[in-house]
């Protein structure tokens, strides 16, 4: 049911932790199944240099979110908000479909902690311009 990948990303997730002194703090819930991301970014020059996660829920929430944080990591923040939840279903080899929400869940983290950044250093995301914090909550399907 589930890819090497996603076990993997499940057993030894990448970039766990909190941050101290982060860019960006984003937190998204799903209010249906109770599940909590958060994502912590280090910022210079535009570029992500580091990324840590904290997640509270299933196993393919923290198998997307570490696999979110391997494809910022190091990118540009114009880069990271491109990341599509599909991205990440697309690196971990494949979600059951009553999991895809669980990946949404890690791109609507990542947004939401680019808006964060944006807001503190006055910033404009291209991509970011209508993202709204409401949009936070990440529903079941
Ligand atoms: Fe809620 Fe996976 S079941 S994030």
């Known amino acids: 049911m589930y890819t090497a990948e996603v076990m993997d ?3 030894n997730p ?6 101290e002194n982060a860019d960006g703090v984003g937190q998204v819930g799903n209010p249906k199944c109770g599940d909590i991301m958060k994502i912590y970014l280090k910022i ?5 240099e580091d990324v840590k996660f904290e997640t509270f829920g299933c196993g393919s929430a923290i198998a997307s979110s570490s696999m979110a944080t391997e494809l910022i990591k190091g990118k540009s923040i114009h880069e990271a908000v491109t990341m599509t939840n599909k991205a990440v279903i697309e690196a971990l080899g494949g979600l059951p479909p009553v999991k895809v ?7 609507q983290a990542v947004k939401s902690a680019l808006y964060d ?3 503190k250093s006055n910033k404009v995301i291209k991509g970011l311009e209508n993202y709204k914090p409401e949009d936070d909550e990440v529903h079941c399907h």
Do not use: T
């Not at 990448?14 to 941050?19: D, K, L």
């Not at 210079?44 to 992500?48: G, L, P, S, Y």
């Not at 929400?101 to 791109?107: F, I, K, M, Q």
């Open 14 to 19: 990448r970039n766990v932790g909190n941050m």
């Open 44 to 48: 210079k020059d535009e570029i992500i």
């Open 117 to 119: 950044y944006a807001q």
């Open 9 to 11: 990303h499940f057993r």
């Open 101 to 107: 929400h669980c990946s949404v869940l890690a791109e």
